[in-house]
């Protein structure tokens, strides 16, 4: 049970009078003493029932506090039968330690308390339990992915234990979803992802409104062409709610077990998936060598009966196919393998008929446009979640093809994807994604230039004026780009930025002085434009 369970609607009548951040700690069992020094009975997980004879000046409450803590101790219980109400230095002394205080009013007997956390607290349950777990574990690696919900459910029925497997971006593989919102999952994945990152030692703790959570990893298999053990890109997640490391250790057992179960349902699934893989890299490769559309059709059939055999009720035929889009990824900074493995577990919530093939650092994804073309900005947020597990240098692009109505357009599709993706590149941000609607603007011809012709393109134009805004503080560049998307208007310009109009007209004028350029030529509207766009 845990310490908030003292409160609910048919415990005994307690009042919280401190550390209700804490209040998710797990309770196994309880300790009453008046002792002043009780450290050397504490085992760790009580609940400590005490009538405050120990208290004789208010010092005696930040040693007693302390000592408690120390122990392990996760709540006090103070009994106002004796001494009456709890004294003020106690609940500070609480306060400071981040132990829960719980005053036990003087008509309620400690035994009351006691047979309350009797009836709800049972190691021995516990432990059963925990062997029930470690059993299924070996049932649910041969029989299939129905089995890690059932073992959630029976822990949230018979310990209230809520549980969640989660992919790295925050997408519910089981548990009870409806239990932990979207935004809940985001900040528990980018917790679990920065955490591994810093190579922190799991389990890892996060803390949201609702209260505390434990984060284990549970890795991909390690295949040869999985990401290395160390980049927790493709990793799922296992949530459960509550501090492990508070907990005793018969329960962090339970844990650990769960853990394990989740391990081998995760290598179970990957097994699995390396026929669809050798299928998804035998696609890319006839795309590459231009193969016949028949030839191309045949695969992606092949990949769709699979998904039926595993996923769907009825795989479509030839005919019936659809749309198909390409994605091109890019990872900077990363192992090989650590990309296509991320996008299969992200696009793995989308669809199940998504074929994910590895260009080393790298993937490319065939996958069917169910309803349309996949937007970029729904890719963006879907993948956001993985910037908390990138180093300082890693960086993952992306890039989305138009639809393909039929297998002989995904060569083309392929190639606007490629150039989708240099236009990501040339973003800032640690995920970036670019789609198809773009290359019809000035942005692809400007991801098409080299770096230093880009640099030397933007100093030019520029960079007089960036030193000039340095040594006067003149806002020039500023006062230039409004001054284009107002189109040339001095009157919208000037309203724009809130000075006269014949202050904007001596900014513009030191500009051309500056540059030698005219701001009433189309063709040097155009250069800055496109100087800026590159800055």
């Known amino acids: ?246 907990w005793t250790t018969k329960r962090q057992q339970l844990a650990e077990n769960l853990a394990r179960l989740v391990a081998a349902e995760r290598h179970r699934r990957d097994e699995g998936r390396r026929l669809r893989r050798r299928l998804a890299d035998e696609v890319l490769a006839l795309l590459r060598r231009d193969a016949d559309p028949a030839e191309i059709s045949r695969s992606l059939y092949a990949s769709s009966a699979m998904a039926a055999r595993y996923e769907s009720p009825e795989p479509k035929s030839q005919a019936e196919e659809g749309s198909w889009l390409v994605l091109s990824a890019e990872g900077t900074g990363l192992p090989e393998g650590v990309v296509r493995a991320a996008l299969e577990e992200a696009l793995g919530g989308v669809t199940d008929r998504a074929l994910v093939a590895g260009t080393g650092t790298g993937a490319v994804v065939v996958l069917p446009a169910l309803e349309g073309p996949v937007p970029a900005d729904t890719l963006r947020e879907l993948l956001a979640p993985l910037e908390a597990g990138l180093g300082s240098e890693g960086r993952i692009t992306l890039g989305v093809s138009a639809p393909a109505s039929e297998a002989g357009g995904l060569r083309g599709a392929l190639e606007e994807s490629r150039h989708a993706r240099r236009i990501a590149a040339s973003r800032i941000g640690r995920v970036c994604v670019a789609g198809p609607e773009e290359l019809a603007s000035h942005v692809l011809l400007l991801a098409a230039v080299p770096d230093e012709v880009r640099r030397a393109f933007r100093g030019r134009l520029l960079d007089k004026v960036i030193a000039y805004d340095i040594e006067h503080q003149a806002d020039l560049v500023r006062t230039l780009e409004a001054f284009l998307r107002s189109d040339g208007s001095w009157t919208r310009c000037a309203a724009r930025l809130h000075v006269h109009v014949n202050t904007l007209r001596y900014r513009i004028g030191r500009i051309e002085e500056l540059t030698g350029r005219d701001l009433s030529r189309l063709e040097d509207r155009v250069d800055f434009y496109l100087a800026l766009e590159l800055a």
């Open 1 to 246: 049970m845990r310490v908030r369970d003292l409160l609910a609607p048919g415990a005994p009548r307690l009042r919280l009078l401190a550390a209700e951040e804490e209040l998710d700690r797990q309770v196994s069992g309880v300790m009453t003493t008046d002792l002043q020094d009780p450290g050397r009975y504490l085992h760790g997980g009580e609940l400590v029932l005490t009538g405050m004879l120990w208290r004789t000046v208010p010092a005696d409450s930040e040693r007693f506090v302390r000592t408690l803590a120390a122990g392990g101790a996760v709540a006090l219980a103070a009994g106002e039968a004796e001494v009456g109400p709890v004294p003020e230095d106690l609940v500070e002394a609480c306060r400071r330690h981040r132990m829960p205080l719980l005053a036990v009013p003087d008509d309620i007997a400690f035994g009351t308390v006691t047979e309350f956390i009797g009836r709800q607290v049972s190691a021995d349950r516990a432990a059963d339990l925990a062997a029930l777990v470690d059993r299924h574990r070996l049932l649910v690696s041969a029989a299939g992915g129905g089995g890690l919900d059932a073992v959630l459910d029976l822990l949230g029925g018979d310990l209230d234990l809520d549980c969640w497997v989660l992919t790295p971006t925050g997408a519910v593989i089981a548990g009870p979803a409806d239990r932990l919102s979207a935004q809940d999952r985001d900040q528990l994945v980018r917790a679990h992802l920065a955490a591994q990152r810093q190579r922190r030692r799991p389990p890892h703790r996060a803390r949201l409104a609702g209260g505390s959570y434990s984060l284990l990893p549970a890795p991909a298999s390690g295949e040869q062409d999985a990401p290395q053990p160390d980049c927790p890109l493709a990793d799922w997640v296992l949530a459960v709610a509550g501090d492990v490391t508070e």
